[in-house]
Antibody, heavy 125, light 113 residues
Framework: EVQLVESGGGLVQPGRSLRLSCAAS????????MHWVRQVPGKGLEWVSY????????GYADSVKGRFTISRDNAKNALYLQMDSLRPEDTAFYYC??????????????????WGQGTLVAVSS | DIVMTQSPHSLSLSLGERATFNCKSS????????????LAWYQQKAGQPPKLLFY???TRESGVPDRFSGSGSGTDFTLTISSLQAEDVAVYYC?????????FGGGTKVEIK
């Protein structure tokens, strides 16, 4: 069974940093790209960042580019999100998500087939 | 960026009624080489993470009841629940994965009348 467990959320002051982690199990971690998606409580979903299976490619939403850094450690089956220069508008639940695999097309694609339960980041003074 | 627009914002229906949600992309998300639309649907119940329902617009994820169906191509997509059940109360989101940033629609909230 695929499991994704996020940790590292909490209350932080504006301008400070936080590092989120996601522990993965139940699948071959280094076969898949991974993503972070966030959701302001009671609001919609926003894709934040992605990293390819071998860390060779990364991508970011404009809203976090230059402030957030995604990374992974395939030996530890772990995904990370380093969040610097945090702003109140970064307050949200942060989910790690595993990219999808289509057996019909024998293809990986950036739909989110499995999600963690999320960790809440609150940025406030 | 591709903008995803969902309608209606909310639906209130009786048990057993048919529910239809719409999703429109600001540009075509149909990939010509494989004739697939890069569109996924998710269901999010209160206090839970989203759950994948469909990808390639109409491919049902394993375990999703067959009262759910997805359709559409190009820029216009529909999610249908043929007979609404109490456990279907949730917010439903569409998402395009044609190109980054991978954008979501604003969601449609389904309630029981």
């Amino acid at each position: 069974e695929v499991q994704l467990v996020e940790s590292g959320g909490g209350l932080v002051q504006p301008g400070r940093s936080l590092r989120l982690s996601c522990a993965a199990s139940g699948f071959t971690f280094d076969d898949y790209a991974m993503h972070w998606v966030r959701q302001v409580p009671g609001k919609g979903l926003e894709w934040v960042s992605y990293i390819s299976w071998n860390s060779g490619k990364t991508g970011y939403a404009d809203s976090v580019k230059g402030r957030f850094t995604i990374s992974r450690d395939n030996a530890k089956n772990a995904l990370y999100l380093q969040m610097d220069s945090l702003r109140p508008e970064d307050t949200a639940f942060y989910y790690c998500a595993k990219e999808g695999y289509s057996s019909e097309l024998f293809k990986y694609a950036e739909f989110f087939q499995h999600w963690g339960q999320g960790t809440l980041v609150a940025v406030s003074s | 960026d591709i903008v995803m627009t969902q309608s209606p914002h909310s639906l209130s229906l009786s048990l057993g009624e048919r529910a239809t949600f719409n999703c429109k992309s600001s540009q075509s998300i149909l990939y010509s080489s494989n004739k697939k639309s890069y569109l996924a649907w998710y269901q999010q119940k209160a206090g839970q993470p989203p759950k994948l329902l469909f990808y390639w617009a109409s491919t049902r994820e394993s375990g999703v009841p067959d009262r759910f169906s997805g359709s559409g191509s190009g820029t216009d997509f529909t999610l249908t629940i043929s007979s609404l059940q109490a456990e279907d109360v949730a917010v439903y989101y569409c998402q395009q994965y044609f190109s980054a940033p991978y954008t979501f629609g604003g969601g449609t909230k389904v309630e029981i009348k």
